[in-house]
């Protein structure tokens, strides 16, 4: 990738999807592949994997057990090599047993220009973060019923 082009990219990001069993049932990757053609992200890294009840992580190749990898496949081939073996293994390590993941690497396009004009002035993201569903609902229940209304 050229410097030039890497001055235009958008912030990255990189998820770590969960599920339980074997692999995805196909659901994620229509709405993945919606996103990539609205250019609202670029996929640079797809990596998959099992972790098996007795701990073991194993990589699954795109279209393994004839299109068992959920849709994934029409990812392959996704590679910046942003992705290292040290990733997959820190990754492999927030699974649970007897669970199935895809980890990706996105640029996040609809970002770029803010993300651009960040640069060109002179600054840069000093931080950054994101709140699991999870926290935000813990954290409106307890609002609520610490509100005067909820007694």
């Known amino acids: 990738m050229t410097e030039e082009a890497l001055e235009e990219m958008g912030p990255i990001d990189y998820v770590v999807l969960e599920w339980p069993g074997r692999q995805p049932k196909g659901e994620v990757v229509p709405l993945l592949i919606d996103l990539v053609e609205r250019g609202i992200i670029r996929v640079l890294d797809v990596a998959l994997m099992i972790k098996a009840e007795n701990g073991t992580v194993a990589a ?3 279209g393994a057990d004839n299109g068992g990898s959920g849709g994934f496949e029409a990812f392959d081939g996704a590679s910046s090599g942003l992705i290292t073996q040290e990733d997959l293994e820190e990754a492999a ?3 649970a047993p007897g669970t199935s993941a895809a980890v990706l ?3 996040n396009r609809w970002a770029a220009p803010v993300a651009v004009a960040l640069r060109r002035s002179g600054g ?3 931080a950054s973060g994101r709140i699991h569903i999870q926290a935000l609902l813990a954290a409106l229940e307890e609002t ?3 509100s005067p209304s909820a007694s």
């Open 60 to 62: 699954v190749d795109f």
């Open 93 to 95: 390590e927030a699974l």
């Open 105 to 107: 690497v996105w640029e």
């Open 124 to 126: 840069q993201l000093a």
């Open 144 to 146: 609520e019923l610490a």
